[in-house]
């Protein structure tokens, strides 16, 4: 089954504890993305990848960093979180590449609920 | 950056009835689509409607697109319970990016 998969789904943790939240697909997507979501605001793009060794900033990406060492894998990591991060965060991926020249539909994984406190 | 902002901001109709939201943008797009999303839960790829398409149908979705007015709209037909959820349009860059830029999206409630 087609399907991008983080974890963990909840999450609680303190200012400054670094963390990460694992990113999986099964599709060969070339394109990943992280996105947070907040109420009032939206899906907002923290970074975003074309392929491997490949990452861009995207709208939010203070306070974030991601790699992107393996076509399957995007892991999103903050290294000293605090609690305006607190969101729900989601990774995304599509078959996009550059060639194409245009968007294509992006599998969500479940998301992450972060807390910081 | 916000592109897409949808409209209403919240929608509650019966069920049976038909649900039409609207999604209006800035610049010139290659694509637009939309999703849904239960509570809480992973955004779902419903439609995709390129910028020379006009209208595009999948099943009781029904999507249009006028690119000289920038907005396009999702018409649900024959609401049920289960369509309850937030829709939001997504829209790319004509540039050429792959990066989707989401509106705050359109809360649907169907009451039984």
């Known amino acids: 089954e087609a399907q991008v998969t983080q974890n963990p789904r909840y999450l609680i943790t303190v200012t400054g504890k670094k963390l990460t939240v694992t990113c999986s697909q099964n599709?060969?997507?070339?394109?990943m993305s992280w996105y947070r979501q907040d109420p009032g605001l939206g899906l907002r793009q923290i970074y975003y990848?074309?392929?491997?060794?490949?990452?861009d900033k995207g709208d939010v990406p203070e306070g974030y960093k991601v790699s992107r060492k393996e076509k399957r894998n995007f892991p999103l990591i903050l290294e000293s979180p605090s609690p305006n991060q607190t969101s729900l965060y989601f990774c995304?991926?599509?078959?996009?590449?550059?060639?194409?020249?245009?968007?294509?539909?992006?599998?969500f994984g479940q998301g992450t609920r972060l807390t910081v406190v | 950056s916000q592109q897409g902002e949808e409209d209403p901001q919240a929608l509650s109709i019966q069920e049976g009835e038909n649900a039409t939201m609207n999604c209006s943008y800035k610049?010139?797009?290659?694509?637009l689509q939309w999703y849904r999303q239960n509570s809480g839960r992973g955004l779902v790829h419903l439609i995709l409607?390129?910028?020379?398409?006009r209208e595009k149908h999948s099943g009781r979705l029904r999507v249009t697109l006028d690119t000289s007015k920038k907005s396009s709209s999702l018409l649900i037909t024959a609401s049920r319970a289960a369509d309850t959820a937030s829709y939001f349009c997504?829209?790319?860059?004509?540039?050429?990016?792959?990066?989707?830029?989401f509106g705050q999206g359109t809360r649907l409630t169907i009451n039984p």
């Open positions: 995304a991926s599509s078959l996009s590449t550059p060639s194409r020249g245009r968007s294509d539909e992006a599998f």
């Open positions: 610049t010139s797009i290659n694509n």
């Open positions: 409607i390129r910028s020379n398409e």
């Open positions: 599709m060969n997507h070339e394109y």
């Open positions: 997504a829209t790319d860059n004509h540039q050429g990016a792959q990066k989707l830029v």
């Open positions: 990848s074309m392929n491997v060794e490949v990452t």
